[in-house]
């Protein structure tokens, strides 16, 4: 289970340095941050980790803007109330 762990929060981190997003971004990371916190926290709990990604997903509705990733080319009325497809496809992967 350690090297599971290790093995997501590496490649969020590989992610966040080379896509240069960060949580609340807007993109997937808000879904693949949780779910590597809560993976840690919980000494691979795959449930509660699985949760915590889908709520960071949902939590995208609500940003107005995006700073990196596809939906940083739409404008503030399309993205409201509309949660990041990448981050909502992690949620569900």
Not at 36 to 64: C, D, I, P, R, Y
């Amino acid at each position: 289970i350690d090297g599971l762990c290790k093995a997501v929060q590496d490649g969020v981190d590989a992610v966040k340095l080379y896509g240069g997003a960060t949580a609340g971004s807007r993109t997937m990371l808000d879904a693949l941050i949780p779910y590597a916190e809560s993976l840690m926290a919980t000494k691979g709990n795959l449930v509660e980790a699985a949760q915590q990604a889908k709520k960071g997903a949902e939590s995208t509705a609500s940003m107005k803007t995006a700073s990196a990733g596809r939906s940083n080319y739409l404008s503030e009325e399309t993205l409201e109330g509309t949660p990041d497809p990448g981050a909502m496809a992690v949620s569900i992967v």
